[in-house]
């Protein structure tokens, strides 16, 4: 019997992912990894797929001649290149994290993109205070502000160096009181769909906050939605996953 057109696709097989998550701040591995180390890895523990930056969430890409950022600065040659080429050559998909709402270096060109919450504050993605001494390192971008351009624009880079999927991973625009954005962008659309201003105090019992509750996660709906169309574009088979933080989880 001939197989179904989903049934084709790669990834309704069986998986085994190796994420190689490269968080490095301080450049002191970034000369040393190379996209060939990496597949070796990967064929070492026979995983079929692997998952890896194309911009970390400073801003920086993992990949050479591209418009959505600048080369991290300790990487030596083309990583996420090299890596796409050598795991092919072995039969490996890989799958490029993007459009992580974290950037540091896009917030101090377009600080006016930022998240903020209620108190005017920058939204984080790391648990720390934005108060005092604090220099925060990652700044969430909002996905109502020109950010959402500029995802796009990751999502089709990382396609056209061959990727086989993108990953919008941590790509956050929380509902919960202290993570909420209410930036410039969100409050006039939401003032735009609904005629009133946002509620800044939580209370169950009025329909105004439950309806700024729900506003928020179309927002996600719609960025996602837009981001996944940039990669129906490519005319790719090309899988779109989401790391979702339901209910104001900010894990």
Known sequence: MALSASEKVWWNKPLRVLQFDFEDFLDLYASKITGRKVVEVAEKIRANVIVVFARDAWGYTYYRGGRAGPPRPGMKGDFLRELVEEAHRRGIKVVAMVAHTAN?????KHSDWAQVNRR?????????????????????LCPNSPFLEHATLEVREAIELGVDGILF??????????KACYCRWCRQKFREEFGYDMPVDPDWNNSVWRTLWDWRYRVVVKALSRLAEEARKSG????????????????
């Open 169 to 178: 991973d941590s790509f956050r625009y929380q509902p919960d009181p202290e």
């Open 236 to 251: 790719r088979k090309v899988m779109v996953l989401y790391n979702s933080h339901p209910a104001g989880w900010a894990g």
């Open 120 to 140: 005017g504050e920058p939204v984080l993605l790391e648990h720390a205070p934005s108060l005092g001494r604090w220099r925060f390192q990652w700044p969430q």
């Open 104 to 108: 540091k270096l896009l917030y101090m």
